[in-house]
């Protein structure tokens, strides 16, 4: 009954209309909250960023119209961007101000098994979390979400989602392009029924829409200058792969590629695609110098055929105006302090799956219990698994705690989008991927799971204690 309808093919002749919203960062805390975790072993700066969060219902204006009963973050959707400088830890109180119970992740990023958002570490309503966050990482993108058992894609997709970004010296000396030409994008998908009230459907295949929904914008435009544009690019789609391009007038426009889930690459890499499955992130440097004002550039999508219905566009960038451009994008970006193969002590196998009977995806043949543990491994140990997709389809696979980088893809070297640090990854249909890491400094229950949310709920995930 709520089969979405099939959008049309897309049309050149598109408009998009609706200012895109820039989601504003979130405003600090005069002191940290008196009962604070304390630094849980990591020796950091005190007192760290503190911010405070309410998770409640919340009425957005997405079409024109009645405004779309969402939950979020601070009455915001997206969430209010959490922003941290490397080294100075953040104290995020999340306080539950709603009628379900949560858990809130801040995904890629190395932490405490306490401040996880472990599925069953429950916020129940009324009640609130003190999370801490080292922030003991490279500069980059990263994103909270919800992350409860069985229902984060109904949470994520309801509005529990937001931007976490890291800052560090090292990426501020480059000069790339910063302050409001650094634009995150969470680019997602809805399905609206007739009074613009969201429509879910947490079948065990995935959900999304016909509309592209970014940063909270439904059908979006953003005006820019000639200029660079960062553009953080985050699938936060519950089960969409996205391949984009840009485009002016139908003409693919090649793009930068400087970073990847875990922060920057080595070196910009120039492309004219990427492909992003749902939990990605990656930052690309678009250039608007040579186009001239009142140049229209589409961010295209080409389908993903697992999911129905077709998504052709994404939103349109629109140059209003020319400006000076002193940004740079510097032909080496950074270190990549790569695990070595030959330093591997620990190895393991996760076998993504799908049941006998066709109904259920599972990992190492079976589905999540968060009672259970199913692999056991060793902190400050130099590890390798080997992501095997016994299944047709593609499944964004997300390790919780470390990033990763990739070994190989079916034998083959990464590609070089795939080469930098990783903590979500499209392992294709049938292939094999080994990815090498190590898990640092923390001990305790995190989760692996296929970032599909669908998939996720119908508990596509287990769990992997990482003992001192
Ligand atoms: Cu973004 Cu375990 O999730
Ligand atoms: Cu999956």
């Known amino acids: 009954p709520n089969a979405p309808k ?75 961007t ?63 979400h919800d992350h409860t058992m069985d229902l984060t894609g109904a949470h994520v997709y309801a509005g529990l989602a937001g931007f976490y970004i ?80 840009f485009a002016v007038q139908g003409k693919p426009v090649p793009f930068q590629l400087i970073a990847s889930d875990g922060g920057l690459l080595e070196a910009p890499v120039p492309m004219k695609a990427i492909t992003v499955t749902p939990g990605e992130r990656y930052d690309v440097v678009m250039d608007f110098t040579n186009f001239p004002v009142n140049t229209v550039m589409d961010l295209l999508n080409v389908d993903d055929p697992e999911i129905d219905p077709l998504l052709p566009a994404m939103m349109q960038f629109k140059v209003n105006r020319t400006e000076v451009d002193s940004a740079t994008v510097p032909p080496k970006l950074s270190v990549i302090d790569r695990l070595q193969e030959k330093d591997a002590k620990a190895f393991g196998t996760v076998e993504l799956g799908l049941s006998a009977d066709g109904e259920t995806w599972t990992l190492n043949g079976t589905t999540y219990d968060p009672a259970r543990i199913d692999i056991r491994s060793k902190r400050d140990t130099v590890t390798i698994w080997t992501l095997k997709n016994a299944t047709a389809f593609t499944h964004p696979f997300h390790k919780h705690l470390v990033q990763f980088t990739i070994l190989d893809i079916n034998g083959q070297p990464p590609p070089p989008e795939l080469a930098g640090w990783k903590d979500t990854v499209g392992v294709p249909g049938n292939g094999t991927m080994r990815i090498i890491f190590k898990n640092e400094q923390f001990s305790g229950t995190y989760v692996l799971h296929c970032h599909r949310l669908e998939h996720e709920d119908h508990r596509m995930m287990i769990q992997e204690s990482v003992e001192p």
């Open 6 to 80: 099939r959008a049309p093919a897309y049309d050149p002749n598109r408009v998009f209309t609706n200012p895109l919203r820039i989601p504003e960062d979130a405003t600090p805390e005069a002191t940290p909250p008196a009962d604070a975790p304390s630094p849980q072993g990591v020796a950091t700066t005190w007192p760290p960023t503190s911010y405070r969060l309410s998770i409640r219902p919340m009425n957005v204006q997405m079409l024109p119209g009645a405004a779309t009963p969402m939950v979020g973050f601070a009455g915001r959707f997206p969430g209010p």
């Open 82 to 144: 959490l922003r941290a400088e490397r080294g100075i830890p953040t104290v995020v109180t999340q306080a539950n101000d709603w009628t379900e119970n949560v858990t809130i992740h801040n995904h890629g990023h190395k932490v405490s098994a306490e401040s996880d958002g472990h599925p069953v570490d429950y916020i129940q309503p009324g009640r609130y979390k003190n999370y801490y966050y080292p922030n003991d990482q490279r500069a980059g993108t990263f994103w909270y």
């Open 166 to 245: 890291i800052h560090d010296k090292a990426e501020d000396v480059l000069n790339l392009p910063s302050g409001s030409y650094d634009v995150p994008l969470l680019l997602q998908d809805r399905t609206f029924g007739d009074n613009n009230e969201l429509i879910y459907n947490g079948n065990p295949h995935g959900w999304g829409g016909p509309t592209p929904v970014i940063n909270g914008t439904a059908n979006p435009v953003l005006n820019v200058a000639a200029r660079k544009y960062r553009l953080r690019l985050l699938n936060g789609c519950n089960a969409r792969t996205l391949n984009l391009h």
